[in-house]
């Protein structure tokens, strides 16, 4: 049975994407079920959901069988265990990327995290992956540090679809949306066709509250407390100001007029920390068409059970968002260390997953042995 609320946030023109993926999911017909029935359109990986994957029950015992009987090492043995989940994934998806015109039915696979500060190592795997994966409905994801920057508009240049990951400032979302234009402008010169690729840049959300909250709990006047778990959200709308300016400008329409897609904003990280806050905050707050949401599957499951929709939330909000970053900087946060913070925190977390996941293997691979 579709479900209601889903249905009403789908048809405000958000793209809901889980923020989740196993074989166990694949297997079971579970994620069909969430196509056919809560409206999910895509799906986004990262590390730490590979290792809890595996970590759990026997979905990927004979694989690692067969790898362990050919010798695998533990880096190829991982590559070969996220490249058949996500493969599988995109044929999973493949009707809803046929049927949005390549828009949704997305699914993303990620770089290596050690390679963040490595930006031709980081084009050189773009380019491994997307060659593995072989699939049209692929995203590969590339952080945006700034090595990562220019490896965005390299994997581009090469025809290669990308979601720009861990993103948390309005200032690195504009270097990102230029480096977007700047590979879309090379992939043009290079003979591709622009229609065909595709990316999205997902903007942190609750991670920007949490640490904003902390600090602002240091500060602890009643005028720093009264400002806790808004920041999130306005700096969510601040972005989409910052995307409606880009692509509405003539270099924008330049691209557009050889088929390429505006690089959609993707609300990341939208599953709520705190529990004083709303659990469905960063759905019900960050509506407007043409933008997605990836959700853990209990923030959406949240949403289908109480989630509302109360129409766009985002546009013309930009005056509004703005007040509450003056407001923050007035009580004496320090955004530009709030944002450095959580770039390196989220680089640190995912090259932690990622040898963790590398672990797990291992001793998957000992075991099988």
Known sequence: MSNARLAELAAAGVSIWLDDLSRE???????????????VVGVTTNPTIF???????EAYDEQVRELAGRGASVEDAVREITVADVTEACDVFRGVWESTGGVDGRVSLEVDPGLARDTDGTVAQAIDLWKA???PNLLVKIPATEAGLPAITRALAEGISVNVTLIFSVERYRAVMDAYLDGLEAAAANGHTL???ASVASFFVSRVDSEIDTRLEAIGTDEALALRGKAGVANSRLAYAAFQEVFAGARWEALAAQGAAAQRPLWASTG???PDYPDTLYVTELVVAGTVNTMPEKTMQAFADHGEVHGDRVTGTAAQAQQVFDDLARVGVDLTDVFLTLEDEGVEKFEKSWSELGDTVQGQLDGAR
Do not use: E, F, M, Y
């Not at 290792?51 to 029950?57: K, M």
């Open 25 to 39: 999911r694949l297997r079971s017909g579970s994620l069909k079920q969430l196509i056919t029935d809560w409206h």
């Open 51 to 57: 290792a809890g994957a595996l970590a759990d029950g």
């Open 133 to 135: 994966v072989d699939r």
């Open 195 to 197: 229609a065909g690729i």
């Open 272 to 274: 709520v920390k705190n």
